[in-house]
T-cell receptor, first 114, second 110 residues
């Protein structure tokens, strides 16, 4: 069963902020939200993750709603190289170490327009 | 910084042959994941190892097996190859909360 729901595709103009939504209404308390992206046939690239607080790094920002049922990945100034499939994934962490496998859903194909 | 290394990058095999894919995790990472990605498909989780023990199992066919060795590298063994096994195979390693992926092995079965 899919744990996340994302739009199939989105367009964004180069230089603008790209906001990618993700619904994860069945997320449980010990599950993190992760974002990866995959540029054609390359290995998936880690972007950011969070539990309940908003997070920011050099690539993006992650906004998680207070009820944790949805989140938004923000690419602040999209470039053509950001064209990729973006995956929102929820995953639990084992208390003794290790974690569930990352389960990739359908993802959002983000197309940055010049 | 060291990344996840996969070898070979490309492999061509005939039907019914066997193949072995190798994955060298980032140093000090104790968890390895294997994924299969068919043409136009999303990556599908196959199997994972934590501290050299199998920790989770996904949609891995019975013809496939994998293990993680004492130096934490992992190998995916595939036997009786079928045309449908043609895909990209990714390995990822994790040492904390984040898994990092290698560039994959493209397996073509002819």
């Amino acid at each position: 069963d899919a744990k996340t729901t994302q739009p199939t595709s989105m367009d964004c103009a180069e230089g603008r902020a790209a906001n990618l939504p993700c619904n994860h209404s069945t997320i449980s308390g010990n599950e993190y939200v992760y974002w990866y992206r995959q540029i054609h046939s390359q290995g998936p690239q880690y972007i950011i993750h969070g539990l309940k607080n908003n997070e920011t790094n050099e690539m993006a920002s992650l906004i998680i709603t207070e009820d944790r049922k949805s989140s938004t990945l923000i690419l602040p100034h999209a470039t053509l190289r950001d064209t990729a499939v973006y995956y929102c994934i929820v995953r639990g962490m084992y208390s003794g170490g290790g974690a569930d496998g990352l389960t990739f859903g359908k993802g959002t194909h983000l197309i940055i327009q010049p | 910084a060291a990344g996840v290394i996969q070898s070979p990058r490309h492999l061509i095999k005939e039907k019914r042959e066997t193949a072995t894919l190798k994955c060298y995790p980032i140093p000090r990472h104790d968890t390895v994941y294997w994924y299969q990605q068919g043409p136009g498909q999303d990556p599908q989780f196959l199997i994972s190892f934590y501290e050299k023990m199998q920790s989770d199992k996904g949609s891995i066919p019975d013809r496939f097996s994998a293990q993680q060795f004492s130096d934490y590298h992992s190998e995916l063994n595939m036997s009786s190859l079928e045309l449908g096994d043609s895909a990209l195979y990714f390995c990822a390693s994790m040492g904390g909360h984040v898994a990092f992926f290698g560039q994959g092995t493209r397996l073509t079965v002819v």
